[in-house]
């Protein structure tokens, strides 16, 4: 099993695209909303080698196995492909 998760500020407009697409798609999905957390957002982009905001994450629920969808362009072009519809099997 998986789920989204969407990481960003309430006040972005990009950020607030990714999470209606996420549910217009009826996703399972978190929205992370870190606009006081300034350390932690630069943390997140480090580890995911992102510069802006959202951070779209694939992550498994049963282990730390994890995808880096990437921002909110990445996002819609993963779900226009249909690669939100793949095979929910476990990771190697």
Same mark, same amino acid.
Request: aromatic letters at 16%; charged letters at 15%.
């Given at each position: 099993?998986?789920?989204?998760?969407?990481?960003?500020?309430?006040?972005?407009i #990009?950020?607030?695209r *990714?999470?209606? @697409? *996420?549910?217009?798609?009826?996703?399972?999905?978190? *929205? &992370? #909303?870190?606009?006081?957390?300034?350390?932690? @957002?630069? #943390?997140?982009?480090?580890?995911?080698g992102?510069?802006?905001?959202?951070?779209?994450l694939?992550?498994?629920?049963?282990?730390? &196995?994890?995808?880096?969808?990437?921002?909110?362009?990445?996002?819609?072009?993963?779900?226009?492909?249909? @690669?939100?519809?793949? &095979?929910?099997?476990?990771?190697?």
């Amino acid at each position: 099993m998986y789920y989204y998760q969407i990481i960003g500020f309430g006040s972005c407009i #990009w950020c607030q695209r *990714a999470n209606q @697409l *996420a549910s217009q798609e009826c996703l399972p999905y978190v *929205a &992370s #909303w870190i606009e006081n957390s300034p350390d932690l @957002l630069e #943390w997140h982009k480090t580890n995911y080698g992102m510069k802006t905001v959202p951070i779209v994450l694939k992550l498994h629920t049963g282990g730390v &196995s994890f995808e880096i969808i990437g921002g909110y362009t990445d996002f819609k072009e993963y779900i226009d492909q249909g @690669l939100h519809f793949e &095979s929910d099997t476990n990771p190697e």
